[in-house]
């Protein structure tokens, strides 16, 4: 018999206090308010101020809440969050402390690059799924559209559309990573059988390198060929990974034909996966290229209103017009400034107005005031090199002349939206096989030199300041 549920509370309060700092307990558990507890079903409900805290909670605190609730209360207690979503109308609901599908949460381990055994049963193979990305939070707009339609359709019907392979590329901070990680969760949800597996290009990279170390490449090949729906993030990674690619080709052409799904996303479209060989290029292609694009205005102020509703946070109609004009289209941009403006609002008890909008957006977010162009570009790194931009543009060999005019390439063809010809012409009359050889070669370096990327870091750095 429980006599004092709420003195269990504050036991479980006092338990926590003692691991965290005081600021960490001001800000995330000091607002919980024990509201009930049901002896016979074991169910606690305590109340959160915002969606945010509570999503924050169960994030990076879950165990430690977990831990304390067992040693005051005992084993199996449910917690359960009543949440207040709408302070103004004083709109809440109640939402159990676990993870919104069922679906493992990746824990870190000293051996995060293992492949997993080829013979684990389908509860035990991890889908590495982030399970707040769904198609509930991402938002429809003009820019999006059409990929999220035909993902809704793959999720329902993994590997029996004409959408196999599909192929979603766009800009950084468009949601591609989103919108993969929905159609995996959406898929797990209708059919938890499936062995449904999301990986990033460059983990997969490093588990076939560890494959090849250990002798083991068959059996690396083997666990990805019993995959169902293998969804790989940012595959523009492996342009110069001859041995990666070959491999994948292999277990591409295998899951193709017995009709599994794949997904993939990339920054730019199969035509311009520089060092794939024609055979993968031609099957990323066969099935459905569809094309992310950076929101919108529109779209930016949707998303911000649907995160707003979601954290319970009220942030005036002028300083979301304002945030999602300054944004530059970027998603993450977007969610990062909410989520310093909560912060900020919780930390320091203050309404969120103009001035603290303005606040962050000018630490979080790079401003255009007009678009970079080419000459800015050369400028600023034949400034950082002290070289004469007219060298750049001769047919000098010198070393510095090259790497000068292979930078210029390189970043002109990551902030401009020219074609690699156009560059090359602006950039002493060279052709596009040229710019193509010298972003090749910049990727290579930075992949292998720390310093040279903090080189270029810095240059590229010198931008934001660009009025």
């Known amino acids: 018999m429980v006599n004092n549920p709420k003195a269990l509370w504050d036991n479980c309060l006092s338990l926590i206090k003692d691991n965290v700092t005081e600021q960490q307990f001001r800000t995330w558990f000091a607002p919980i308010v024990f509201e009930s507890y049901n002896e016979d079903s074991r169910t606690l409900l305590v109340q959160v101020p915002s969606m945010y805290v509570y999503e924050y909670l169960e994030q990076y605190y879950v165990g430690l809440m977990s831990k304390a609730l067992i040693r005051c209360f005992g084993q199996n207690v449910q917690l359960t969050y009543r949440v207040v979503t709408d302070k103004q109308h004083g709109i809440i609901q109640e939402v159990e402390g676990e993870e919104p599908v069922n679906i493992e949460r990746p824990q870190p381990t000293d051996r995060a690059n293992k492949t997993p055994d080829v013979l684990d049963a389908v509860s035990d193979l991890n889908p590495q799924l982030d399970v707040h990305k769904t198609f509930q939070n991402f938002i429809e707009g003009a820019s999006n559209k059409l990929p999220r339609t035909v993902g809704v359709s793959i999720a329902e019907h993994p590997g029996k559309s004409t959408f196999n392979p599909f192929f979603v590329f766009g800009p950084s901070g468009c949601g591609k990573t989103h919108l993969i990680n929905a159609i995996g969760v959406r898929c797990k949800e209708m059919y938890p059988q499936k062995r449904v597996l999301y990986v990033s290009a460059r983990l ?13 490449v068959n059996e690396f090949i083997q666990f990805y060929q019993t995959i169902d729906v293998l969804i790989v993030d940012d595959i523009q990674e492996w342009a110069t990974a001859t041995k990666t690619l ?14 599994k799904q794949i997904i993939l996303a990339s920054d730019r479209p199969p035509v311009d996966l520089q060092g794939v060989k024609d055979r993968l290029l031609t ?16 779209l930016c102020i949707d998303i911000l209103k649907a995160k707003c509703r979601r954290d319970g946070l009220k942030i005036p109609e002028d300083v979301i017009q304002f945030i999602a004009e300054t944004a530059n289209g970027s998603v993450r941009d977007l969610e990062g400034v909410v989520n310093s403006l909560m912060a900020y609002s919780i930390v320091y008890n203050s309404n969120i107005d103009m001035r603290l909008a303005e606040r962050i957006i000018k630490r979080a977010v790079k401003v255009d005031n007009k678009p970079l162009t080419v000459d800015d570009i050369l400028e600023k790194v034949c400034g950082h090199y002290k070289v004469p931009q007219q060298q750049v543009f001769s047919r000098s060999r010198r ?30 009359g060279r052709d596009h096989s040229t710019v193509i050889h010298s972003c090749s070669a910049i990727e290579q370096r930075l992949k292998v030199d720390k310093a040279f990327l903090s080189e270029l870091s810095s240059i590229e750095n010198s931008f934001k300041l660009k009025k």
């Not at 997969?204 to 083991?216: L, P, S």
């Not at 070959?246 to 009709?259: A, M, V």
């Not at 099957?283 to 919108?296: D, K, Q």
Request: net charge positive.
């Open 204 to 216: 997969f990279q490093v588990q076939f390198t560890d494959a090849v170390r250990q002798n083991k």
């Open 246 to 259: 070959d491999t994948f080709f292999h277990i591409f052409d295998h899951l193709f034909r017995l009709g």
């Open 283 to 298: 099957r990323f292609s066969c099935g459905l290229i569809a094309e992310l694009e950076h929101p919108n205005v529109q």
């Open 399 to 428: 070393r510095d002349h090259v790497l000068v005019r292979q930078i210029s390439m390189y970043l002109a063809q990551k902030y401009t939206k020219m074609p690699a010809g156009r560059i090359g012409q602006l950039i002493g």
